[in-house]
């Protein structure tokens, strides 16, 4: 598959510090990839860089093939971008602002009305048209920052904090144009919403002190940390029997057990395996009542924390 971006060794000093340092990444043509990291980890930095704000120190970065630094008016024309605090003219109304940003974009006037009309339907601001900008609340005003970076059709679109001020039905409305940008659209979002990135994003790119310290799907990062399955199945029966058998379960490392509310539930840690058919089967066959049976999950907030943490403790 080819890539849409393609970074090499970036690094970027501010004051002889390095707020990315030694960065390598790519990112394939139709993928919604989330950037993470703790605030001054690198994200808004090397989102900067890809979209031709600020010039890097050292090493390469490509958008669509171009280099960002010697072609940057090709990649400008590829790349739509939201930053984190959405500048916007108070003054102008919206049809009217995105109708002029645009044209600056080089959308042309026979297709500019239409184009306008697409990204306000599909960021839910075909209301407020004829509104001031200024006059909107800020998750308005986020949806029109949205609406400015797609409206010239771009291949790559970098948002920093999409969902920054928006109430929970906002961000689901947020999260589905996100989900519908793909594959036509190459996706990179920086969020410190983690459920938003777990429901929206095919592969998660972890940034710590300037150094990328995770590139996978949350599944592989759950399985990478974990090193194994952990089962939670509350059960009646005998406490002491019940705890005895399903540790001589095949791949059972160990076996707790804490009272739940007139239930017992055991936590079972084994293997790769997943051994919830094998639970259910003995409890059917030794006569166990069974109220729940799954399997635990690290949440990707749960990943964060443990590669940050790690990656902190270790310098």
């Not at 930095?45 to 970065?61: D, H, K, N, Q, V």
């Not at 184009?115 to 960021?123: F, Q, Y």
């Not at 095919?202 to 150094?211: A, D, E, F």
Request: hydrophobic share 35%; with cysteine.
């Amino acid at each position: 598959m080819d890539n849409m971006i393609e970074v090499k060794n970036l690094t970027k000093r501010f004051a002889g510090c390095a707020a990315v340092n030694d960065v390598s990444f790519t990112v394939a043509k139709g993928e919604i990839v989330g950037f993470l990291g703790p605030n001054g980890a690198g994200k808004s930095t090397t989102m900067r860089i890809l979209a031709c704000y600020l010039p890097a120190s050292s090493g390469e970065a490509k958008v669509a093939g171009f280099d960002v630094f010697r072609h940057s008016l090709e990649v400008r024309r590829r790349i739509g971008y939201l930053p984190e605090s959405t500048p916007l003219y108070p003054e102008m109304r919206v049809d009217e602002y995105l109708s002029y940003r645009a044209a600056l974009k080089g959308v042309g006037s026979r297709r500019r009305r239409a184009r306008v009309n697409e990204v306000k339907e599909l960021c839910g601001l075909t209301d407020v048209g004829r509104r001031i900008v200024g006059q909107l609340s800020k998750g308005y005003r986020q949806r029109v920052g949205m609406a400015d970076a797609l409206v010239h059709d771009p291949e790559l679109v970098i948002l920093d904090e999409p969902t920054i001020g928006l109430d929970p039905n906002q961000i689901r409305q947020v999260r589905d144009v996100i989900r519908n940008l793909s594959p036509k659209h190459t996706v990179l979002l920086s969020t410190h919403i983690l459920p938003e990135v777990e429901m929206t994003c095919q592969r998660v790119l972890i940034i710590n002190r300037g150094r990328i310290v995770a590139s996978d799907s949350p599944e592989k990062l759950r399985a990478r940390l974990q090193g194994g399955r952990e089962v939670i199945a509350e059960l009646r029966g005998d406490k002491g029997v019940v705890a005895q058998k399903l540790y001589q379960l095949p791949g059972v490392t160990s076996v707790t057990a804490e009272e739940a509310d007139g239930w017992t539930r055991f936590r079972i840690e084994c293997g790769t395996e997943d051994i919830r058919p094998l639970v259910f089967e003995a409890a059917a066959r030794d006569g166990w009542t069974l109220r729940e049976l799954r399997q635990e999950k690290q949440s990707l907030e749960d990943i964060f924390v443990a590669l940050t943490r790690t990656e902190q403790e270790s310098t």
